[in-house]
T-cell receptor, first 110, second 112 residues
Framework: QQQVKQSPQSLIVQKGGISIINCAYENTAFDYFPWYQQFPGKGPALLIAIRPDVSEKKEGRFTISFNKSAKQFSLHIMDSQPGDSATYFCAASTGNQFYFGTGTSLTVIP | DAGITQSPRHKVTETGTPVTLRCHQTENHRYMYWYRQDPGHGLRLIHYSYGVKDTDKGEVSDGYSVSRSKTEDFLLTLESATSSQTSVYFC???????????FGEGSWLTVV
C-alpha cells in the first residue's frame, strides 16, 4: 500500500516553463512533507520541505503548495532549467517514519 | 553532505551468497535507516535504528537483517541473496535538530 501517491511518473518541460509534480496522502498523522531531488548515480538530496500549518513555501524557483483539506501537496519549479533535469521524490513523515512517493523523472529541454 | 559513507558502492554477487552493506556516519546521529530504491517503487524502508542495538523493521524487511553495535555503523545483511534483491540501497540519517533525513550516495547491488 503506497502511503504517498505521486504523479506524473515522467515530465518533459521546455526551458523556462513551469514544472508541476503532485502528491497525495491519506494518513492525517503526517506532519512533515519534504521534497528530494536526485541526480543519476547520486543519493536523494533534500530540496524543500513544508509543515501542514503552512499553505505555501517558496525557496528560489521552487515552491511547495499544500492543501491540507484535500491531503495533497505539489512542487512547482518556475523557470525550469536543463540543470533541473532529475528525479524528484515527495515524502511524508510522522515521528521516525518517512514514506516516499514513486518519483517523477523531469527532463527540461533546452 | 551529512557525513555518511556507504560501502561497497558497487557489488555483484551470486544467488545464495551472504552480503553485508555498511553505512558509516561521523556525526553521532541517533537514527539511521536503510532504504532500497527500485523503478516504480520509489524508496522503501527496509530497517531502521534508533540507537545502539535498537532496530526495527520497515515495510520490506523480509530477507534482510541489520545490526548496530556502534553509533557510527549500521550494517545491512542479506543472509542469502536473491535476484529480487538486486537494487540500489541507500543509507540515511535523521538529524536531531530537525525532522529531515539525509541520504548517503548509495550502494548498487546486483545478484546474478
Amino acid at each position: 500500500q503506497q502511503q504517498v501517491k505521486q504523479s506524473p511518473q515522467s515530465l518533459i518541460v521546455q526551458k523556462g516553463g513551469i514544472s508541476i509534480i503532485n502528491c497525495a496522502y491519506e494518513n492525517t498523522a503526517f506532519d512533515y512533507f519534504p521534497w528530494y531531488q536526485q541526480f543519476p548515480g547520486k543519493g536523494p538530496a533534500l530540496l524543500i520541505a513544508i509543515r501542514p500549518d503552512v499553505s505555501e513555501k517558496k525557496e528560489g524557483r521552487f515552491t511547495i503548495s499544500f492543501n491540507k483539506s484535500a491531503k495533497q501537496f505539489s512542487l512547482h519549479i518556475m523557470d525550469s532549467q536543463p540543470g533541473d533535469s532529475a528525479t524528484y521524490f515527495c515524502a511524508a513523515s510522522t515521528g521516525n517514519q518517512f514514506y516516499f512517493g514513486t518519483g517523477t523523472s523531469l527532463t527540461v529541454i533546452p | 553532505d551529512a557525513g555518511i559513507t556507504q560501502s561497497p558502492r558497487h557489488k555483484v554477487t551470486e544467488t545464495g551468497t551472504p552480503v553485508t552493506l555498511r553505512c558509516h556516519q561521523t556525526e553521532n546521529h541517533r537514527y539511521m535507516y536503510w532504504y532500497r530504491q527500485d523503478p516504480g517503487h520509489g524508496l522503501r524502508l527496509i530497517h531502521y535504528s534508533y540507537g545502539v542495538k535498537d532496530t526495527d523493521k520497515g515495510e520490506v524487511s523480509d530477507g534482510y537483517s541489520v545490526s548496530r553495535s556502534k553509533t557510527e555503523d549500521f550494517l545491512l545483511t542479506l543472509e542469502s541473496a536473491t535476484s529480487s534483491q538486486t537494487s540500489v540501497y541507500f543509507c540515511a540519517i535523521r538529524t536531531a535538530a530537525g525532522n529531515t533525513i539525509y541520504f548517503g550516495e548509495g550502494s548498487w547491488l546486483t545478484v546474478v
